[in-house]
């Protein structure tokens, strides 16, 4: 099935795409490679942008749900930059930043949010990737998580 399947299978809704800003774009092609600027969480159920540290002001299990909602801004992204994820043929890189005490050590665990979204979407032979998860003393905008992609796409439609 493709991307666009799964997410409408999945009741995925989008949010809506990044803008660029400043100097700078949510996104960049470059051959069959796009890289996508980090991204932080949109706001949540509440309407409120997640702000503060993941294992001070928000449990591990609400970082998941935090990089989860980082990573449907990302996928918005990308598909506004190449205009169907079913043009992605592999998700290559994930970095994935979290916003944490210095005894917090799970980061990877928060960051899961994001490449599990990714496995569902694309699934495992598109979908896994390789990651880095690393924890930062802060991040722009108090964003508990901050997160970007590098996938490679195949030809337009």
């Given at each position: 099935m493709?991307?666009?399947?799964?997410?409408?299978?999945?009741?995925?809704?989008?949010?809506?795409?990044?803008?660029?800003?400043?100097?700078?774009?949510p996104a960049v092609t470059t051959g069959r490679l796009v890289y996508v600027s980090g991204h932080g969480p949109g706001p949540g159920p509440d309407g409120h942008v997640p702000a503060g540290k993941v294992g001070r002001d928000h449990t591990e299990a609400e970082g998941y749900v935090i990089?989860?909602?980082v990573g449907l801004g990302l996928l918005a992204?990308?598909?506004?930059?190449?205009?169907?994820?079913?043009?992605?043929?592999?998700?290559?890189?994930?970095?994935?930043?979290?916003?944490?005490?210095?005894?917090f050590t799970t980061m990877h665990k928060v960051i899961d949010g994001c490449s599990d979204l990714f496995v569902e979407v694309f699934g495992p032979e598109i979908g896994r990737?390789?990651?880095?998860?690393?924890?930062?003393a802060s991040l722009p905008l108090d964003f508990p998580v901050e997160i970007e992609v590098i996938v490679e796409i195949g030809p337009g439609a």
């Open positions: 493709s991307a666009e399947g799964r997410l409408r299978d999945l009741g995925i809704a989008l949010p809506a795409a990044t803008g660029p800003g400043a100097n700078r774009v990089a989860r909602s992204t990308l598909r506004a930059e190449i205009g169907s994820l079913d043009r992605v043929t592999r998700v290559v890189k994930v970095l994935g930043m979290v916003a944490c005490p210095p005894e990737h390789a990651r880095s998860a690393v924890g930062m």
